[in-house]
């Protein structure tokens, strides 16, 4: 029989689907492009997630397409459907839908192709003293969230989307004393900077199918 995993690792990541993918890119890449690349940033976390010993891996996505349970299926991972009205709804659902007190959990996206096995490795080692760890974004969110028991506050009335995510997030965790542990920041590729970012430090390949 297998061992039972020590970890799970969700990966939240929006379904390849032209015209809802990597919109902000489009009108460079095209849509047809930008839902490619958003299936190699995908395909690269559940590549870096599945490096973890250990690690029970889910791919929460916002469809369940083809091509989806075809990304899902070659990494061996669970396929979850993302539920709620905004970011921080979803993530605490999948949150609260797969901690069971066994083990922790880690959350990640795909916008982070900079972030390595290292980084995921190290947040795990982190929540042995800590109730919860981050790792920050330059953008003033954050690309990975982890804690061992479900603490719903750090997802209740945060800004999504701008640029004092990580400030609100830790302040919910101050109010309730809970030890909140950080890694050092990394950065999401958003924006035709962020993708000339990526391409010069070979994180992803172009061109794109």
């Known amino acids: 029989m297998p061992a039972d995993p020590d970890v799970d690792i969700a990966v939240f990541a929006r379904a390849p689907v032209a015209g809802q993918a990597k919109t902000r890119l489009i009108p460079r890449l095209g849509a047809a492009g930008a839902a490619s ?13 599945r ?3 250990g690690a029970r891996v889910a791919l929460w996505t916002t469809a369940d397409d083809a091509d989806t349970r075809a990304l899902a299926a070659t990494a061996s991972a669970t396929l979850r459907l993302q539920r709620g009205d905004d970011l921080g709804a979803r993530m605490a659902n999948a949150f609260a839908e797969t901690l069971d007190g066994q083990r922790p959990m880690l959350l990640i996206g795909t916008d982070c192709p900079a972030q390595t096995p290292a980084d995921l490795e190290a947040a795990l080692a982190a929540l042995r003293r800590a109730d919860a760890v981050l790792q920050p974004a330059e953008d003033g969110g954050y690309v990975l969230i982890g804690m061992k028991q479900f603490h719903p506050a750090l997802f209740e009335q945060v800004p999504w989307g701008s640029d004092a995510v ?25 924006r035709d900077e962020d993708l000339d970012r990526a391409l010069a430090l070979g994180l992803v390949d172009l061109p794109l199918k």
Do not use: G, I
């Not at 690269?44 to 997630?49: D, E, I, S, Y």
């Not at 830790?170 to 309730?176: E, K």
């Open 37 to 49: 690349l958003q299936w190699q940033l995908t395909e690269r976390a559940l590549l870096r997630v």
């Open 51 to 53: 490096a973890v010993r």
């Open 166 to 190: 990580l400030a609100t997030t830790r302040s919910r965790a101050a109010d309730r004393r809970l030890r909140l542990a950080e890694l050092p920041m990394c950065w999401d590729l958003d």
